[in-house]
C-alpha cells in the first residue's frame, strides 16, 4: 500500500503542484527559484523547506502557506462553479471548494475559468480563493455561456466538477472542440461527473464509442479506451454490457 501511494503521489501529484506553482509566481520567478535551489545546494542535501524557501526568494512571497496547504495536509479541493444568467449575460459567478475527504481543509486556488461556446474558443476569466467560496466578479456582465469550465488550461489542482447544464452542453460540444489539450480536460471532467455519480456510466461509454473512431490524438485515444474499459468492466451491468458487446 505505502509503494503504491508513494508512486501516485510523486509521479502524478508533484509534478501537477510544479506547475500550479509556477503559475501561481510566474515562470521568470519559478526558473531563478531553480536556480537559486541548485546553487545554494550543490554537492549537498536538501529539503521541500528549502525548495519553497528558494521559490519565496525569488518571487518575495511568502510560500509557507501554500505549501502547508497543499504539501503537508492530504487530500484535494472539489471545485464548482455557481453561475446564472439574465437578458443574456451572466448575472452570478462564484466558484466554491470542498474537501473531497469531508476533513474540512481548504486550498488557496488560483484558476482560469473558461466560459465555453458552441464553434467558437470563449473567453477566459481569472478566478481565486482561500476560503470555501468566493466571487468571480470579471465573469459578470459578458454574454452568456453554453458551458463554464473552473481549470483552463489545468493551472490548478483538484477534482473540477461540471455543473449539469455544462456537462450536457460539453457532450453536446465535444466533436467540434479542435484543441487537443482542451479535449482532454474535458474528457477528464466528464469522467469526474461519472466517479461522483453525475453521469451514467452507459451515457459516457456511448459517448465514447461514438467519438473514439474519429480522435486524432493517441494519448487521449488511449485515456478514454482505458476509462471506457473499466466503465465496461466494473460499472455497466450485464444487460449494459451485452447491449454493446459484439456477439
Known amino acids: ?7 501516485a503521489i510523486v509521479y502524478q501529484k508533484a509534478p501537477s503542484l510544479l506547475r500550479v506553482l509556477a503559475f501561481n509566481i510566474g515562470e521568470d520567478n519559478f526558473r531563478e527559484g531553480v536556480r537559486t535551489f541548485l546553487r545554494d545546494h550543490a ?14 526568494r525569488s518571487s518575495g512571497k511568502d510560500l509557507k502557506p501554500w505549501a502547508g496547504a497543499w504539501v503537508e495536509q492530504r487530500g484535494m479541493p472539489q471545485v464548482e ?18 474537501d473531497a475527504l469531508d476533513e474540512g481543509h481548504v486550498w488557496p486556488i488560483r484558476t482560469q475559468v473558461l466560459l465555453g461556446r458552441r464553434g467558437t474558443v470563449g473567453e477566459i476569466v481569472a478566478a481565486a480563493l482561500d476560503g470555501a ?12 455561456p453554453d458551458y463554464v ?12 466538477l461540471l ?7 460539453v457532450v453536446a460540444e465535444l466533436p ?21 455519480l453525475r453521469m451514467a456510466p452507459a451515457e459516457y461509454s456511448a459517448l465514447a464509442l461514438r467519438l473514439l473512431p474519429a480522435e486524432k490524438d493517441p494519448e487521449l485515444a488511449v485515456s478514454v479506451l482505458g476509462r471506457l474499459r473499466v466503465a465496461y468492466s ?8 451485452g447491449a454493446i458487446a459484439e456477439p
Open 43 to 56: 554537492y549537498a542535501n536538501a529539503e521541500w523547506s528549502d525548495l519553497i524557501a528558494a521559490f519565496s
Open 149 to 160: 469550465f473552473g481549470n483552463y488550461e489545468d493551472e490548478a489542482y483538484g477534482q473540477f
Open 234 to 241: 466494473d460499472y455497466l451491468s450485464d444487460s449494459q454490457r
Open 176 to 196: 467540434q472542440i479542435t484543441d487537443p489539450f482542451l479535449r482532454t480536460l474535458l474528457w477528464g471532467a466528464l469522467w469526474d461527473s461519472v466517479r461522483e
Open 81 to 98: 462553479i455557481d453561475w446564472a444568467c439574465d437578458s443574456g449575460r451572466i448575472s452570478s459567478f462564484r466558484i466554491r471548494q470542498k
Open 1 to 7: 500500500d505505502a509503494k503504491s501511494a508513494y508512486g
Open 163 to 169: 455543473d449539469p447544464r455544462s456537462q450536457a452542453a
Open 133 to 144: 467560496s468566493a466571487a468571480v466578479p470579471g465573469a459578470i456582465g459578458k454574454s452568456c
